[in-house]
C-alpha cells in the first residue's frame, strides 16, 4: 500500500509517502515560523490560509520525490485532531476530496497518536507494550500503550502544557518566537547553580503535570533581576532543568508504578537535548529501553500521520465521505 500522509494541525504543513513494505518513500514540510514570528505566537487565520496555498503544491512535490504518481496512491491518512479547527479542516477537506477524486479510502488520523508512532519509522522499534511521554506545544501526556489504538492516559497537564511553557518563558525573557528552541540555545550559557526553581507536582502521588507555577516563578525570579544577558541565561537555564526533571521524576515513576521497561518520548519538545540526556540517564538507572524518534520527526510531520494511517487503512478503517474534524480528541477514546 502507498499512503499519502497529511499533516495541518497547527503551524506545519507535512505531507509524505509511506508504503507498508517499503517503509518511508519521501516526506517534505512547510514551517509558517517565519510568518508568526511578528506576532510572537500562531496566528489561527494566518495558519489555514498558509496551508490552503503550500498543501497541493508540496503534495505534488512529495508524489515526485517518491517517484510515483498519483494513481499508486491506495489511501490517505489526514489529521483530523487536536489541533486548530481551521487548520485541520484545510487538510482533512484537501485529503478527503483527493480520496474521493481518486476513489481510494482516507483515514483520520489522532495526532498525538502519529507521534506517539513516530518511533516506528526508525530501524529500532520499541515492541509492545510500552510508556509514552508525549511533549509538544499543547500536550503533556503520560499514556500507557498496549498495541496500536490500546491507549491508557496515565497523566497530564493540568494547565500549559511543557511546550506552551518554554514559549511563555521565552517570551518573558525576549527570545522571540519560536520560543522554545531559542529558549534552549540561551539555556547553554547560564550558570545551572545560580537559581533553583520548583519541580511542579512531584512532592505529590500521582502522573499528572502542572507549568503554571513553574511560569509564575520564574516571571517572579526575573523581576528580581536586572534583566541582564546572564541573568536571562541563568534563569532559562533553570527553568529547562527544572521541566527536564519534573518530567523525569515522573517518567520514573510511572515506570515503576506500571512494570514496564519501555519508554517512547516524541513530540516537538522531545528535541531539547536537556531532556533527552536526563530521561537517557535515569532509564539507564532503571534498566528501562528509551526511544526517540529523529529530531526532524520530533515536531509536526507527514511521515508520522502516513505511517499511523497506514496501519489503520491495513486493519479495514476508512472514514465515510462526511468530513469532520475535532479541535479537542482524547487519546484514550481511539479504539
Not at 483520520?108 to 509492545?128: C, I
Not at 550558570?191 to 507549568?211: E, Q, V, Y
Not at 519508554?263 to 537535548?273: D, E, K, Q, R, T
Amino acid at each position: 500500500m502507498y499512503i499519502l500522509g497529511i499533516e495541518t494541525s497547527c503551524d506545519e504543513t507535512g505531507v509524505a509517502i509511506y508504503h507498508s513494505k517499503k517503509g518511508l518513500l519521501s516526506h517534505h514540510l512547510h514551517s509558517q515560523a517565519s510568518l508568526h514570528s511578528e506576532y510572537g505566537g500562531v496566528v489561527p487565520e494566518l495558519a489555514s490560509r498558509d496551508h490552503i496555498r503550500k498543501l497541493i503544491p508540496l503534495v505534488k512535490k512529495t508524489l515526485h520525490t517518491a517517484a510515483i504518481r498519483s494513481k499508486d496512491i491506495t489511501g490517505i491518512a489526514y489529521t483530523a485532531g487536536p489541533g486548530l479547527a481551521g487548520a485541520l479542516l484545510v487538510g482533512a477537506a484537501t485529503a478527503r476530496s483527493l480520496a474521493w477524486t481518486w476513489k481510494i479510502p482516507a483515514v483520520a488520523v489522532h495526532h498525538m497518536e502519529g507521534h506517539l508512532l513516530a518511533p516506528m519509522l526508525e530501524s529500532e522499534q520499541p515492541a509492545f507494550p510500552f510508556l509514552a511521554l508525549l511533549i509538544s506545544g499543547g500536550h503533556t501526556l503520560l499514556v500507557q500503550v498496549s498495541a496500536i489504538g490500546q491507549y491508557q492516559q496515565l497523566g497530564e497537564s493540568l494547565d500549559d502544557a511543557a511546550g506552551e511553557a518554554f514559549d511563555k518563558t521565552a517570551k518573558m525573557l525576549e527570545l522571540g518566537y519560536p520560543g522554545g528552541p531559542r529558549l534552549a540555545d540561551l539555556a547553554l550559557q547560564g550558570n545551572a547553580k545560580r537559581f533553583h526553581f520548583p519541580r511542579p507536582m512531584t512532592d505529590r502521588p500521582g502522573l499528572d503535570f502542572s507549568f503554571s507555577g513553574l511560569k509564575t516563578y520564574t516571571m517572579n525570579t526575573l523581576a528580581a533581576t536586572s534583566k541582564s544577558a546572564q541573568d536571562k541565561a541563568d534563569i532559562a537555564c533553570a527553568f529547562q532543568l527544572a521541566v527536564a526533571e519534573t518530567l523525569t521524576l515522573k517518567c520514573r515513576r510511572a515506570i515503576r508504578q506500571t512494570g514496564l521497561k519501555r519508554l517512547v518520548i516524541a513530540g516537538g519538545v522531545s528535541a531539547n537535548l536537556q531532556i533527552r540526556e536526563s530521561l537517557t540517564r535515569m532509564c539507564h538507572r532503571e534498566n528501562t529501553e528509551l526511544f526517540f524518534p529523529r529530531l526532524e520527526f520530533c515536531t509536526d510531520n507527514g511521515a508520522m500521520i502516513a505511517y499511523a494511517g497506514c496501519q489503520r487503512l491495513l486493519a479495514g478503517q476508512q472514514e465515510t465521505l462526511e468530513i469532520t474534524i475535532k479541535a479537542r480528541w482524547p487519546i484514550d477514546s481511539l479504539q
